[in-house]
């Protein structure tokens, strides 16, 4: 079964932080736990835990494009050993090339997402 990929509570707080004021159908609670907000054991108790509502990867790279006109590329890579390798390229509205994420061996495609929104929150909002 596939799985969203939300982001993680760093990254929703800085989008939160940074004016991200969209519908999401997950938060996180106080002990930044991710429980869906259609869950449908979630009590009325544990809804006033809920701290940060979490977009999911795509809601957020949407949200850059829109409203921010900043786009991120995630590139994949194999290794002579067939082990795939992802990295980010953040362009601007102009598509210049604004960073170029690092290639790290042990990344998996949303470690990629998570470092490039984290970066653009961080250094260019």
Known sequence: ????????????KLLKEKGFDE??????NRNKYLIPTNFPRVTKSEKREFVLDVPTHQMALAWLREVHHI??????????????HFSYTILDKECKYVKLGCTNFNW???DAIEAALEYVLTNLI
């Open 23 to 28: 519908v999401c159908h997950a938060m996180y």
């Open 1 to 12: 079964m596939i799985k969203e990929a939300y982001c993680s509570f760093e990254v929703a």
């Open 71 to 84: 786009f991120i590329e995630i590139s994949t890579s194999i290794d002579l050993n067939g082990k795939y």
């Open 108 to 110: 998996k495609y949303e």
